[in-house]
């Protein structure tokens, strides 16, 4: 399982100031944790601040992360705690929209931008009704497309307990894609 | 029964993968002060630790100042009056009690 001890040696390199290592960190975990971010922010500009900050603040507070190996599951509380700050800050602030992609300069297709919107809508609000275990479990496995073995080391549980996670965590959004179904809690 | 993987390419950016390219170096750029500071201590490791131990050998330092500077004034006291010394070796009462009433006197 090399990306297991990738992950602590990478931190513990980047605890001593290597910047490579803390880049590579930076690279490796930056969609779940935008994925995360935009699940509290909405607003992608937002998310990739939120992300930025929540970056620095791992950063500055590495020396007390106890698991580097479990760096992952660090990181993502970082962004979400951040995250449920900033969305106060920003209901506060009434003139900033909430879920509004910002403009992308290019041609657009109205149509397929509206349809491809209210998917990543319901994606967010899906994932924002998922338990945090399975939300970060179906972000690290089918987001980022990790095996069940990093899944578990990142996070601290067993390959079983990611796998059982990762099932209930699909159909329940499976579930909340169906148009005539709302969710309902998993036992 | 195993459920097919969750599409999840709607939240991806609009503006194509190099999005995730630009957004990492501009945090890795906006974390290099940090970077260096983590570069400078782990540079000087003596320095790390003294540092981690500068504020109890100080407090510590401090408190024996304190306790050797009141001893010292306690003994420097009783040796410049021998009067209250002898005094409260006679009636068997505090030095402090037998110089109140030598400087009375």
């Given at each position: 399982?090399?990306?297991?001890?990738?992950?602590?040696?990478?931190?513990?390199?980047?605890?001593?100031?290597?910047?490579?290592?803390?880049?590579?960190?930076?690279?490796?975990?930056?969609?779940?944790?935008?994925a995360?971010?935009r699940g509290?922010?909405r607003?992608?500009?937002?998310?990739?601040?939120?992300?930025?900050?929540?970056?620095?603040?791992?950063?500055?507070?590495?020396?007390?992360?106890?698991?580097?190996?479990?760096?992952?599951?660090?990181?993502?509380?970082?962004?979400?705690?951040?995250?449920?700050?900033?969305?106060?800050?920003?209901?506060?602030?009434?003139?900033?929209?909430?879920d509004?992609?910002?403009?992308?300069?290019?041609?657009?297709?109205?149509?397929?931008?509206?349809?491809?919107?209210?998917?990543r809508d319901r994606l967010l609000d899906g994932l924002g009704?998922?338990?945090?275990?399975?939300?970060?479990?179906?972000?690290?496995?089918?987001?980022?497309?990790?095996?069940?073995?990093?899944?578990?080391?990142?996070?601290?549980?067993?390959?079983?307990?990611?796998?059982?996670?990762?099932?209930?965590?699909?159909?329940?959004?499976?579930?909340?894609?169906?148009?005539?179904?709302?969710?309902?809690?998993?036992? | 029964?195993?459920?097919?993987?969750?599409?999840?390419?709607?939240l991806?950016?609009?503006?194509?993968?190099?999005?995730?390219?630009?957004?990492?170096?501009?945090?890795?750029?906006?974390?290099?002060?940090?970077?260096?500071?983590?570069?400078?201590?782990?540079?000087?490791?003596?320095?790390?630790?003294?540092?981690?131990?500068?504020?109890?050998?100080?407090?510590?330092?401090?408190?024996?100042?304190?306790?050797?500077?009141?001893?010292?004034?306690?003994?420097?006291?009783?040796?410049?009056?021998?009067?209250?010394?002898?005094?409260?070796?006679?009636?068997?009462?505090?030095?402090?009690?037998?110089?109140?009433?030598?400087?009375?006197?």
């Amino acid at each position: 399982m090399p990306d297991i001890a990738d992950d602590a040696t990478l931190v513990a390199r980047a605890r001593e100031g290597d910047r490579d290592a803390f880049a590579a960190l930076v690279h490796r975990h930056l969609r779940v944790a935008h994925a995360v971010a935009r699940g509290v922010v909405r607003n992608p500009a937002d998310a990739d601040d939120l992300v930025q900050e929540a970056f620095l603040e791992a950063l500055v507070k590495l020396d007390s992360c106890r698991d580097p190996a479990r760096f992952a599951g660090w990181l993502l509380a970082i962004v979400r705690n951040r995250g449920h700050n900033r969305r106060r800050w920003l209901r506060r602030r009434e003139a900033v929209p909430l879920d509004e992609d910002s403009p992308v300069a290019g041609p657009h297709d109205p149509a397929r931008d509206a349809e491809r919107a209210e998917l990543r809508d319901r994606l967010l609000d899906g994932l924002g009704r998922l338990p945090e275990s399975q939300r970060q479990v179906v972000l690290l496995h089918d987001l980022d497309g990790r095996p069940h073995a990093e899944v578990a080391a990142s996070l601290g549980i067993s390959e079983g307990a990611s796998r059982v996670l990762l099932h209930r965590a699909r159909a329940r959004l499976r579930r909340f894609f169906a148009p005539d179904s709302l969710p309902k809690e998993d036992t | 029964m195993t459920l097919p993987p969750i599409d999840f390419s709607p939240l991806d950016p609009r503006d194509g993968p190099g999005h995730w390219d630009r957004l990492g170096a501009r945090i890795v750029a906006a974390a290099e002060p940090e970077l260096a500071r983590r570069a400078a201590r782990a540079a000087h490791p003596w320095e790390r630790a003294l540092l981690r131990h500068l504020r109890p050998v100080l407090a510590a330092a401090a408190a024996l100042t304190l306790a050797a500077g009141g001893a010292l004034y306690l003994q420097r006291e009783r040796q410049d009056d021998p009067a209250a010394e002898a005094l409260s070796a006679l009636l068997g009462v505090s030095y402090a009690s037998a110089a109140t009433i030598t400087r009375e006197e």
